[in-house]
Structures are given as C-alpha cells and as structure tokens.
T-cell receptor, first 113, second 113 residues
Framework: KQEVTQIPAALSVPEGENLVLNCSFT??????LQWFRQDPGKGLTSLLL?????REQTSGRLNASLDKSSGRSTLYIAASQPGDSATYLC????????????FGSGTKLNVKP | SQTIHQWPATLVQPVGSPLSLECTVE??????LYWYRQAAGRGLQLLFY??????ISSEVPQNLSASRPQDRQFILSSKKLLLSDSGFYLC????????????FGPGTRLTVT
C-alpha cells in the first residue's frame, strides 16, 4: 500500500527566506504527484502537478521536483512571504489504481513578517 | 471553466440526526468524484469515490454512505450521526484522465453535538 509522508509537520521561517518542503512516498510506481495549499477552514488549492516522466515544474516562486526512484518530491518556495502561510499537502496517484489519491498529512508553514 | 460547489458551508447537528451533504460540479462531464473527511489536526481521509453514475467505492467502513444520482452530483449521507462524524468534509473531482489532476471544493464544516 502506498504511504506518503511529509516532514516536517510544521515550519516557521522569517519573511524572505527560501525554504524546502519534503514529500516522500513508498511505492515508486506513481503516475503523478500533486502539491496543494490549504488555508485554514478552506478547501485545497492545486499548486503544481508533476507527471512521473517529469523532473520538475515551476509556477512563479514555486518549484516542485520529483525523484521517482528515491520516492521523493520537494517543493521549493523562493523569497517567502507572510501570505505563503498555509498547510501544504502532497498527493500521489499510482498506476495500480488511477482512481485513488494518496495524501501526506501536510506541512504547516508559518512565515513571520 | 470548471466549478465545484458544496453545501451547506457549515452545519451543526445533534447526535442521532440524519445528514445530507451535496456536491455538484459544473463545466465538465463524467468526472471522478470524491468525498474526503479532515478531522481536527489530522490528515485527509478518503471516504468514497465514484467513477460514474451509481458507481460508488467505499474506502472506510463507517456510519456514512454516498450516492451519485446524476453525472455531476455527489451526495454524502448518514441515517444517524455520531460525535465522531464531526469534521471538515471535502468534495473533489478529477476530469482529465490523462493528467489525473484533482480539484477540491470549499468544504463543509460539520459539528455533531
């Protein structure tokens, strides 16, 4: 069974710092990996989707990388801002079942002004 | 463009009362639909998913049921709520069966008293 882990569970950084969030998965036979952002009391917002054939995706100050062989993905946030404060979740979909997504428990990020 | 709606946004119900949460998607056809629950301080738990009208897969044996009476409508129900049913309920959809990207609704906050 696929298991997805996100470390650390919480992170607090000063504004302007570059930071990396980690996501690891146990079954490397993934089809894609998706990063989400969740603000308190809100639904999840899709940030980036990386197909298994890709190594990275970029959107603005966000860069997500994927190393399928080692079962890892990182989300790099450049020049962090207080508005980046949220919980970040990763999810994978595997080739064994294209209908089911496996989520990590998230990293709660606090960017201090 | 696609839009996903959930209602109600918040709900307070007594133990033993019935439940009906509704999710509808606009702007797509034949999507996969999902119900997740997020308990306080915990990760996302997949409850049900549906690949088509009348087709429901249950992930967790529990006090809840799901139905899909129309292509873009997904309903979560319970005959008698338990205290442990409290949580944040999220509906999601996935339409593109090449990218397999998932999108979430705004959620319903359920408090069982």
């Amino acid at each position: 069974k696929q298991e997805v882990t996100q470390i650390p569970a919480a992170l607090s950084v000063p504004e302007g710092e570059n930071l990396v969030l980690n996501c690891s998965f146990t079954d490397s036979a993934i089809y894609n990996l998706q990063w989400f952002r969740q603000d308190p009391g809100k639904g999840l917002t899709s940030l980036l989707l990386i197909q298994s054939s890709q190594r990275e995706q970029t959107s603005g100050r966000l860069n997500a990388s994927l190393d399928k062989s080692s079962g890892r993905s990182t989300l790099y946030i450049a020049a962090s801002q207080p508005g980046d404060s949220a919980t970040y979740l990763c999810a994978v979909i595997t080739r064994a079942n294209f209908n089911k997504f496996y989520f990590g428990s998230g990293t709660k990020l606090n960017v201090k002004p | 463009s696609q839009t996903i709606h959930q209602w109600p946004a918040t709900l307070v119900q007594p133990v033993g009362s019935p439940l009906s949460l509704e999710c509808t998607v606009e702007g797509t056809s034949n999507p996969n639909l999902y119900w997740y629950r997020q308990a306080a301080g915990r990760g996302l738990q997949l409850l049900f998913y549906s690949v088509g009208i009348g087709q429901i897969s249950s992930e967790v044996p529990q006090n809840l049921s799901a139905s899909r009476p129309q292509d873009r409508q997904f309903i979560l129900s319970s005959k008698k709520l338990l205290l442990s049913d409290s949580g944040f309920y999220l509906c999601a959809w996935m339409g593109d069966r090449e990218d397999y990207e998932q999108y979430f609704g705004p959620g319903t906050r359920l408090t069982v008293t």
